[in-house]
């Protein structure tokens, strides 16, 4: 991969900012994120985590596949540029495109679920980041989409690096959940912001796909 494509990795959390809010606040603050300062970013800390570990878990697998079919690299980004766009469309929430892969991950995070608990109950550091390190499992479109484009690297290295990324990206707003700032809570949370967002990531998509299919001729 590029490095352009690594930014795409901080881009996609970014943009995904609003989303993050909406779809882990609530668990955020049953788990006691707003706590202390400390307690956040250790949540937080383990959750990109997760996120390294399922990166360098699917870049291992299509290094494999890579050695096999050395054209599947194409096809690999051509789908990346797809998941680009159902999520530029997911983010809008006009369409459940992305939904029957939370199902799918739904049934990983039902097992997982009852753990968070546990770990919550005992302050201790060590609890705190395993808690978050579970929260990371928690079925999301947004990080499908961003495991479809670490598996586009086919390395487990390069794959937890854009994870770590994309992870960075999704920090700040995670961050200020528990922090403060309402302000800027409703601003990730609103319509423009989630247009705006949307376009831009509609737009790498587009170019993705645009490039993969160059290739191909």
Avoid at 15 to 26: D, Q, T
Avoid at 43 to 50: D, E, K, L, M, T
Avoid at 205 to 214: K, P
Wanted: net charge positive.
């Amino acid at each position: 991969m590029n490095p352009v494509d690594f930014w795409a990795a901080i881009l996609m959390g970014l943009a995904g900012s609003g989303h993050c809010i909406a779809m882990c606040g609530g668990l955020a603050g049953a788990m006691g994120v707003q706590q202390s300062k400390p307690r956040i970013l250790l949540y937080n800390v383990g959750r990109i985590s997760s996120y390294m570990l399922a990166g360098a878990l699917v870049g291992s697998a299509f290094f494999g596949l890579a050695q096999l079919q050395p054209q599947l690299f194409i096809w690999m980004r051509i789908f990346a540029g797809v998941m680009m766009l159902l999520l530029a469309a997911y983010l809008l929430r006009i369409t459940a495109a992305l939904l029957w892969l939370e199902r799918i991950g739904a049934i990983l995070w039902r097992r997982l679920k009852p753990l968070t608990r546990k770990y919550n109950r005992n302050g201790k550091s060590h609890h705190v980041y395993l808690a978050g390190m579970l929260w990371g499992w928690l079925p999301c479109g947004l990080v499908y989409s961003a495991l479809s484009w670490a598996a586009l690297t086919a390395s487990p290295t390069s794959g937890a690096l854009f994870m770590l990324l994309f992870g960075l990206g999704t920090l700040p707003s995670m961050l200020f959940l528990g922090m403060v700032s309402h302000t800027l809570v409703s601003l990730l949370k609103s319509t423009k912001f989630r247009w705006f967002s949307s376009a831009i990531l509609a737009t790498y998509g587009v170019a993705t796909i645009t490039i993969g299919l160059m290739q191909l001729r």
